[in-house]
């Protein structure tokens, strides 16, 4: 099993920045991609960026796109979500989220998440 923590969250003007950590433990070596979704009240928890396991290859939402980056440090077994230029609509739980290498099966873990407001 593995076990996924995020930090990082917390209230932040619009405009402004915050750095969200996801900060795996466990069978790490189980751990193929890994990224951060977020759900807002009365919505659908949705993608917002994805990070291969070597962090060559990265994906984003189209509303995040050229605001947040995603980043992992193998070494660290953390994963990363700097955002920035944050609007009131990013206002959302955060999670992280990591998914198995296929040749352990099918499996995927969740952080228990982090909440981000942006005041407008």
């Known amino acids: 099993q593995v076990q996924l923590v995020e930090s990082g969250g917390g209230l932040v003007e619009a405009g402004g920045s915050l750095r969200l950590s996801c900060k795996a433990s466990g069978n790490i070596f189980m751990i193929d991609s890994m990224g951060w979704y977020r759900q807002a009240p009365g919505k659908q928890r949705e993608l917002v960026a994805v990070i291969s396991r070597g962090g060559g290859n990265t994906n984003y939402a189209e509303s995040v796109k050229d605001r947040f980056t995603i980043s992992r440090d193998n070494a660290k077994n953390e994963v990363y979500l700097q955002m920035d230029s944050l609007k009131s609509e990013d206002t959302a739980v955060y999670y992280c989220?990591?998914?198995?290498?296929?040749?352990w099966g099918r499996g995927e873990y969740w952080g228990q998440g982090t909440q981000v407001t942006v005041s407008s």
């Open positions: 989220k990591g998914v198995n290498l296929p040749r």
